[in-house]
């Protein structure tokens, strides 16, 4: 049976962006899937429950997760609820979980409903989490600084234009890697796509 590999994207998404990602992971010879969920009209709690389900109904040996921004927040509130799958690897891309301060700054300015109902109990708080699963995570950072949204504010270098390094980092990950490329231009450059198939093949990235 083939390892499967599934996708959660992030904020405002749909899984489109994700087409490319999935399409090289498939022809390296991973059985892919889109999660896909309302992120903002449905919270965190609600969501991650909804992937638990939905990673319930796969039949496989091996479980991969990709997950996106607040996809990453979404698989790792589904772990800390006590998610029970086969055994796999986990990456996350881009994913602030510890807190996003472009999320902190529009709920200051009036502007918390722009993130959803995530917002407020995931994105616009200071967090300190912990990667406490047995299976091995994986962290991607972008460092392409280009604020391609000038409503956001400035970030603490270095940082993807929406989200800094910093607000990626977890303890208890097993590596992390940066790309230089900015939040959502990551997913389309091919130099991901391959540290992704390496973390999960092998446990590590490159080099």
């Given at each position: 049976m083939s390892e499967v590999v599934?996708?959660?994207h992030g904020l405002y998404m749909v899984g489109l962006e994700l087409t490319l990602l999935r399409r090289r992971l498939r022809r390296a010879g991973y059985a892919t899937h889109q999660f896909v969920y309302r992120s903002l009209a449905r919270g965190l709690d609600e969501n991650a429950a909804r992937l638990k389900s939905y990673l319930g109904s796969?039949?496989?040996?091996?479980?991969?997760?990709v997950a996106h921004s607040l996809?990453?927040?979404?698989?790792?509130?589904m772990f800390q609820q006590g998610a029970d799958l086969p055994r796999g690897r986990v990456v996350f891309l881009g994913s602030p979980v510890r807190g996003s301060r472009s999320a902190m700054y529009l709920t200051e300015q009036g502007l918390g409903w722009a993130v959803g109902r995530a917002g407020p109990g995931a994105l616009a708080e200071i967090h300190e989490p912990v990667?406490?699963?047995?299976?091995?995570?994986?962290?991607i950072a972008g460092t392409h600084e280009f604020r391609f949204n000038f409503l956001l504010p400035r970030?603490?270098?270095?940082?993807d234009g929406v989200v800094s390094l910093e607000e990626t980092r977890i303890p208890g990950a097993k590596e992390f890697a940066t790309i230089h490329s900015n939040?959502?231009?990551?997913?389309?450059?091919r130099?991901?796509?391959e540290q992704v198939e390496t973390f999960?093949?092998?446990g590590h990235f490159r080099q």
């Open positions: 599934v996708f959660v796969l039949e496989t040996e091996r479980l991969h997760l996809g990453g927040l979404v698989v790792l509130r990667w406490s699963e047995p299976r091995e995570l994986g962290v970030l603490a270098s270095p940082h939040h959502t231009g990551m997913l389309f450059r130099e991901l796509a999960l093949k092998q």
